[in-house]
């Protein structure tokens, strides 16, 4: 079998034009990391549409923008078989990550608040329909309740685009929202440990078996390979004009 432009026989895999020219340089390092790079590809544990969306997430999560990999694996689930709507589901997952910074946040401001003797100004009373009803479904997190108490009304219309995972025209099963959800929680680039224990408690009681979820978590590390993809290609060029 011939190998493709990716450097690899199947095309399978996190791997762009850089894998080519490591394989000049350095063969055995590079036949190295492509075994256990491309392992979640060939292990079976995952179907390769959900592998591949999975990627799909890694690249456009906003701890990552990584626009190279986001249209090779954005190309990669289309060909594994991946709706439109499924793949806009993910990017639409991918635009609500960043309510970490107030999970964070928000708790260090009310303890630092209290100890600077500081108060919210006051508000006047507004509903909150998404957040009463993320609480009666179950979806509430606690980590949300720092910042519900800084401002309610704007966590409402957070959960108004970000609650969309759990109610209704969800293209996947929960199992695989919960997978997805976990990957951008256990990227190297987020490391939210208490979002990556909920969505693990969550895949395990959606059904997903220890071995998808370890699958999920070797694909954040299979990540790591964009640095080649990133830097191999800068320095072959560098080195050309030199």
């Known amino acids: 079998m011939q190998a493709n432009a990716t450097g690899t026989e199947s095309g399978e895999g996190p791997w762009g034009s850089a894998l080519t020219q490591l394989r000049q340089w350095d063969p055995q390092w590079a036949e190295t990391c492509l075994k256990f790079s491309t392992n979640p590809w060939t292990s079976g544990v995952l179907p390769r549409k959900l592998v591949e969306l999975v990627c799909v997430a890694l690249n456009v999560s906003p701890t990552n923008l990584n626009p190279e990999g986001a249209r090779r694996h954005i190309r990669a689930a289309l060909q594994a078989g991946a709706s439109r709507d499924e793949i806009l589901f993910v990017i639409k997952m991918a635009a609500v990550v960043g309510i970490h910074s107030c999970s964070v946040g928000a708790p260090i401001l009310l303890e630092e608040a209290k ?106 590390v299979v990540q790591g390979v964009e640095a080649c993809n990133l830097g191999v290609p800068i320095l072959a060029e560098e080195l050309a004009k030199r």
């Open 115 to 220: 100890a600077a003797g500081a108060k919210p100004a006051a508000k006047p009373a507004a509903p909150t329909p998404i957040c009463d009803k993320a609480r009666a479904m179950g979806a509430w997190s606690p980590a949300w309740d720092p910042f519900y108490e800084l401002d309610p009304q704007w966590t409402d219309q957070y959960l108004t685009t970000g609650l969309f995972e759990h109610v209704g025209n969800v293209p996947f099963k929960p199992k695989e929202v919960e997978l997805i959800d976990l990957s951008f929680n256990a990227s190297y680039t987020h490391l939210y440990a208490p979002s990556v224990r909920r969505h693990i408690q969550l895949a395990l009681k959606a059904g997903a078996t220890m071995e998808e979820i370890m699958e999920v978590l070797k694909l954040c």
